[in-house]
């Protein structure tokens, strides 16, 4: 069973441009969900896609966007890069069945807005 | 306003004693919890969950308990192992766990050997 990963590890960008992550799903999982994790602080939520569908987004301005492809894969983009936009950001899947919905994250992508 | 509280930011323990690791909730639309354990450079790792309708769980060396009436959920870790020294997370979403998980800030665990 292959886990959740993420590209690129690292990723270095200067305020203003534009930044693309990607994450690959557990396999059997549907769902992924974004997190953004700030210095000292716990994640905080993005968004999530279920069935290439935005389902649920937590309080982040629009030029954070997503998809979804069929197989469950996700990207994340921000455009218009700030400096407060320099986190760690984890990419998480789950199965969403009629059962509870345990997420599981990948390793994260570091980025730094310069 | 925090919904889920960590108010350790830091936890020392001798190793093979017992660790307790605690966390509180202001939201009672939570019913499922978890916690997960991160190195640094690493994503979080599922560690145990629970759900409202149970008030314990345990998995091998780590046992969590839930207090519903307080809010309230504590992390046993016993023995306390080196390998355990990490950031521990608390979440909690509702809706059994369709809904988004919400982090407390993280305690993080020092095992001395």
């Known amino acids: 069973e292959t886990g959740v990963t993420q590209s690129p590890t690292h990723l270095i960008k200067t305020r203003g441009q534009q930044v693309t992550l990607r994450c690959s799903s557990q396999?059997?999982?549907?769902?992924v969900s974004w997190y953004q994790q700030a210095l000292g602080q716990g994640p905080q939520f993005i968004f999530q896609?279920?069935?290439?569908?935005?389902?649920g987004r937590g309080n982040f301005p629009p030029r954070f966007s997503g998809l979804q492809f069929p197989n469950y894969s996700s990207e994340l983009n921000v455009n218009a890069l700030e400096l407060d936009d320099s986190a760690l950001y984890l990419c998480?899947?789950?199965?969403?069945?009629?059962?509870?919905?345990?997420?599981?994250f990948g390793p994260g992508t570091r980025l730094t807005v310069l | 306003d925090q919904q889920v509280k960590q108010n350790s930011p830091s936890l020392s323990v001798q190793e093979g004693r017992i660790s307790i690791l605690n966390c509180d909730y202001t939201?009672?639309?939570?019913?499922?919890f978890l916690w997960y354990k991160k190195y640094p450079a690493e994503g979080p790792t599922f560690l145990i969950s629970i759900s409202s309708i149970k008030d314990k769980n345990e998995d091998g060396r780590f046992t969590v308990f839930l207090n519903k009436s307080a809010k309230h959920l504590s992390l046993h870790i016993v023995p306390s192992q080196p390998g355990d020294s990490a950031v521990y997370f608390c979440a909690a979403s509702a809706r059994r766990g369709n809904t988004p998980l919400v982090f407390g800030k993280g305690t993080r665990l020092s095992v001395i050997a």
């Open positions: 998480a899947s789950s199965y969403k069945g009629q059962g509870e919905d345990t997420q599981y």
């Open positions: 939201n009672s639309m939570f019913d499922y």
């Open positions: 896609y279920y069935r290439e569908e935005e389902n």
């Open positions: 396999s059997g999982h549907n769902t």
